[in-house]
T-cell receptor, first 114, second 115 residues
Framework: AQSVTQLGSHVSVSEGALVLLRCNYS??????LFWYVQYPNQGLQLLLK??????LVKGINGFEAEFKKSETSFHLTKPSAHMSDAAEYFC????????????FGTGTQLKVEL | SAVISQKPSRDICQRGTSLTIQCQVD?????MFWYRQQPGQSLTLIAT?????????ESGFVIDKFPISRPNLTFSTLTVSNMSPEDSSIYLC????????????FGPGTRLTVL
């Protein structure tokens, strides 16, 4: 069975600082990995995904993530935080050949301070 | 991409009643999913709804409690039956094409409070 761990339920950064949100997976085979963002009172929106092509994936709004098989990680980064980045971020996995079913992590609430 | 709407956006219901949530997509899609997001928690998949067949429920979720309809390729409903306060959650529908690499597109959610 797959699982996803997001370390840090709340992360606070200053505007302009580096954003680092952590995601580790547990799976018998390397999964496909997704980062979604949820703004208040809205549904989830895809930021980026890893589907076994390039290990460094660039997404929308300046975010990127690197798949590291040796560390079973897929951490999300952004060089410079903006106030508009304040939201909840979810890491999710799907199993190759397992259809479109996603298993989500517990989420990380990102706060951006002036 | 897909544009998804849900009705109602929020509701407050009494214990023991039922609520049906609608999910409408602007294009035909293969798979529709229903998730529950309990307060302060992550998303948990309730079931997968395919057109023309019975929904597939995840462990811990049963059809009697969460009956689902999928009458066509653009519409689905989820009913939360015989509600209790523990059913207070956000319920989200999403759509996908069926492959493990596919992006799922999410609706805005239905915020349900059960008194």
């Amino acid at each position: 069975a797959q699982s996803v761990t997001q370390l840090g339920s709340h992360v606070s950064v200053s505007e302009g600082a580096l954003v680092l949100l952590r995601c580790n997976y547990s799976s018998s085979v390397p999964p496909y990995l997704f980062w979604y963002v949820q703004y208040p009172n809205q549904g989830l929106q895809l930021l980026l995904k890893y589907t076994s092509a390039a290990t460094l994936v660039k997404g929308i709004n300046g975010f990127e993530a690197e798949f590291k098989k040796s560390e079973t990680s897929f951490h999300l980064t952004k060089p410079s935080a903006h106030m508009s980045d304040a939201a909840e971020y979810f890491c999710a996995v799907s199993e190759p050949g397992g259809g479109n079913k996603l298993t989500f992590g517990t989420g990380t609430q990102l706060k951006v301070e002036l | 991409s897909a544009v998804i709407s849900q009705k109602p956006s929020r509701d407050i219901c009494q214990r023991g009643t039922s609520l049906t949530i609608q999910c409408q997509v602007d294009s035909q899609v293969t798979m529709m999913f229903w998730y529950r997001q309990q307060p302060g928690q992550s998303l948990t998949l309730i079931a997968t709804a395919n057109q023309g067949s019975e929904a597939t429920y995840e462990s811990g979720f049963v059809i009697d409690k969460f009956p689902i309809s999928r009458p066509n390729l653009t519409f689905s409903t989820l009913t939360v039956s015989n509600m209790s306060p523990e059913d207070s959650s956000i319920y989200l529908c999403s759509v996908g094409r069926g492959a493990s690499t596919d992006t799922q597109y999410f609706g805005p959610g239905t915020r349900l409070t059960v008194l």
